[in-house]
């Protein structure tokens, strides 16, 4: 009986534990039940979506970049397509041996390697790097043949920029570069609909036009959804939006006027600025040295960046921007309007020019100590009396030059479409106590009013705000705001907008000492400083030489550029203005440590004119004087601007933008 009962109670244990156990499979199935209903019915929609997205990649498709043209429609920046082979960082325990290995299907060269390194560096944390760019056909399929063997490595299609005309107007144009992270940061303050019309893109406008008109040229993004593999390889494409390409834009600027400048130059230094005085339009921004934009646009190698950076001649300064000097003689003609605004002197006023000018125990000199006798306004121009304007500065004082001359734009930004003008300065009182901490130099001493007369002391304006203030000047007070774009078109609808000419306020000059100005102006041209390099032009024009120190002397030196290191010899100047009745043309031109103006300054301008007035083009014996520097007066026989190529362009481009 007890075994009985011993296995009644085993048998009831058992089915306990039976009925538990299906009661915890029961459980567990209307878990799994429950849990299936919730994600294939409640949560259909939401994993539906994640899955269509894992199978579907939305690809952005970055814009073509507009174009840039000159006034006649040359092309100074275009686009190309070519292969990229791009390396993923982060997928590669060891770059060097991969590169090493890469090498061996495709030619990598120490620039590329170079290249790669500093953009490393740059771009922390960017999602793929070129290590070649422009790949040949024959390289594609070669790499694509052993694909398998480098993982973290693609090919892949880009947009390259390009400036077909290469070092020419480098510094107008600027270049585009691969976005870097202080760039990144500050898209973070972007509108979203401006950040996300940026997906894709890894390049953006980094100087000169193409900074400025980042948003006309950059054009709206595509995308199209694309059908991946497990590998995320696209197998096949759904849809698509194509992009926008980027508006195109128009300058004011004449390339061949441009590019003449510049080899006019030749390997010194310096800037030119020529504009239209009716309407504030450029029509030439030179700055040497250049440089290649090119060099920029697929990542610039260490070696290349430390020469451009580290030169002494500094060719990534745009000179005509943000290079200020010492406007020298150059100065005197503003210097006459106020005084005849002022009524500090008069057209007529006799002046006796003894050579020197003394003020308490300092002598103030003349060029080689010589006097001019008894001058009025219009010879102290012609023949450039230093003792006369040291007189009128004195006269007048430093808080009265710089109120009436900064009307004119002196020591301020003109507002010109490029990014980073500097202000230069046209000093006072109240500047000086501003710039200077210490009490003892915040002072203004009144001998230091004297050189300002000049052109000389603190003055120190850019060829942009020469020229613009000379425009003002000889138009009777007229003034624009400085633009080098004339319009912008969508290349879709082929709308144009133009840009608009900011007319500032007028200078009320009175017309009668507009008049005795030019005349003195053209004075300069006929029977003074700049007659030999005017002689024989069937124009009217008007100038003023001008030649400044780079460095002090002492009062009791004399000037000797032969004894002087090239870098510190005087800077040649000139102001010009052409047909000197009405004109159409001003401009300001500096080559650093090249002496007086008449030497190497005034034949451009004289070149510079020939082109625009005439459709005159340089002889090659005329071209290699005004390179060398040596004046090339009488002018020889012109060549027509039209037959002259462009630099790396052919006839067929010469002939389409002739003026």
Not at 392 to 417: C, K, W
Not at 559 to 568: F, G, M, P, S, T
Request: proline share 6%; with cysteine; charged share 25%.
């Amino acid at each position: 009986m007890a075994e009985i009962r011993n296995l009644e109670r085993d048998l009831h244990h058992f089915r306990g534990r039976l009925i538990a156990a299906a009661a915890f499979v029961l459980l567990c199935f209307a878990l799994l039940a429950a849990r299936l209903v919730w994600l294939q019915v409640f949560r259909h929609d939401e994993f539906a979506l994640q899955a269509e997205a894992n199978r579907i990649a939305v690809v952005p498709i970055v814009p073509n970049r507009g174009l840039i043209v000159d006034r006649h429609g040359v092309v100074l920046a275009s686009n190309y397509s070519a292969y990229t082979l791009e390396v993923t960082p982060r997928r590669s325990a060891d770059l060097e041996a991969l590169i090493d290995e890469l090498s061996q299907v495709v030619e990598i060269t120490p620039r590329d390697r170079r290249r790669f390194k500093r953009l490393r560096e740059e771009l922390k944390g960017a999602e793929s790097l070129p290590i070649r760019t422009k790949l040949t056909d024959a390289e594609v399929a070669r790499f694509t043949a052993q694909r398998f063997r480098f993982p973290g490595v693609d090919i892949k299609a880009r947009l390259f920029r390009h400036y077909p005309l290469g070092e020419t107007g480098s510094h107008l144009l600027g270049y585009i570069g691969r976005i870097n992270q202080a760039e990144k940061t500050a898209m973070e303050d972007w509108a979203d609909e401006r950040v996300a019309n940026y997906r894709g893109t890894e390049y953006i406008g980094k100087l000169g036009l193409e900074q400025r008109y980042e948003a006309d040229l950059h054009g709206t993004t595509g995308f199209e959804e694309v059908e991946t593999s497990a590998a995320g390889r696209a197998v096949r494409r759904l849809n698509s939006h194509p992009p926008t390409p980027g508006h195109k834009i128009t300058l004011s600027v004449d390339i061949r006027l441009q590019a003449l400048v510049e080899d006019m130059f030749g390997t010194r230094r310096g800037a030119l600025v020529a504009l239209d005085p009716r309407t504030g339009e450029v029509l030439a921004f030179v700055s040497k040295p250049t440089f290649d934009p090119n060099l920029f646009v697929d990542g610039i190698d260490v070696d290349s960046w430390r020469e451009l950076n580290e030169s002494i001649d500094k060719p990534l300064l745009n000179r005509a921007l943000r290079g200020t000097y010492p406007p020298g003689s150059t100065f005197k003609p503003f210097m006459a309007m106020a005084a005849l605004t002022s009524g500090k002197r008069s057209a007529s006023q006799i002046v006796q020019d003894g050579g020197t000018f003394q003020f308490g125990n300092h002598v103030f000199r003349s060029h080689g100590d010589k006097g001019l006798g008894p001058v009025d306004m219009y010879r102290s121009i012609v023949q450039s009396s230093n003792v006369y304007y040291y007189s009128l500065a004195n006269e007048m004082g430093v808080d009265l030059m710089h109120e009436l001359l900064s009307p004119y734009g002196f020591g301020q930004r003109t507002g010109i479409d490029l990014e980073n003008e500097v202000t230069g300065v046209l000093p006072s009182t109240a500047w000086k106590r501003r710039y200077y901490k210490r009490p003892e130099q915040q002072r203004w001493y009144a001998g230091e009013t004297i050189s300002l007369g000049i052109g000389q002391g603190y003055n120190n304006f850019t060829m942009l705000q020469l020229a613009n203030a000379t425009a003002t000047l000889v138009s009777g007070g007229q003034r624009f705001q400085p633009r080098l774009v004339r319009e912008v078109e969508d290349p879709v609808t082929r709308e144009r907008r133009t840009v608009p000419r900011e007319a500032l306020e007028p200078l009320p000059l009175r017309p009668e000492h507009v008049e005795a100005v030019r005349k003195a102006l053209y004075g300069v041209t006929v029977e003074g400083t700049s007659t030999r390099v005017f002689a024989g032009a069937p124009y009217t024009s008007g100038g003023k030489t001008g030649t400044a120190q780079a460095v002090g002397i002492r009062q009791n030196e004399k000037y000797n550029a032969a004894k002087l290191e090239e870098h510190k010899r005087d800077h040649s100047l000139y102001i010009a203005a052409a047909p000197i009745e009405a004109p159409s043309v001003v401009l300001a031109v500096v080559v650093e440590n090249a002496g007086f103006g008449a030497e190497a300054a005034a034949p451009m301008a004289r070149r510079v004119f020939d082109y625009l007035l005439l459709g005159q083009y340089p002889s090659e014996q005329d071209l290699a004087a005004t390179r060398e520097g040596r004046s090339a007066a009488p002018i020889g026989t012109p060549r027509r601007a039209a037959d002259v190529p462009l630099p790396g362009a052919g006839p067929a481009s010469a002939a389409a933008s002739a003026p």
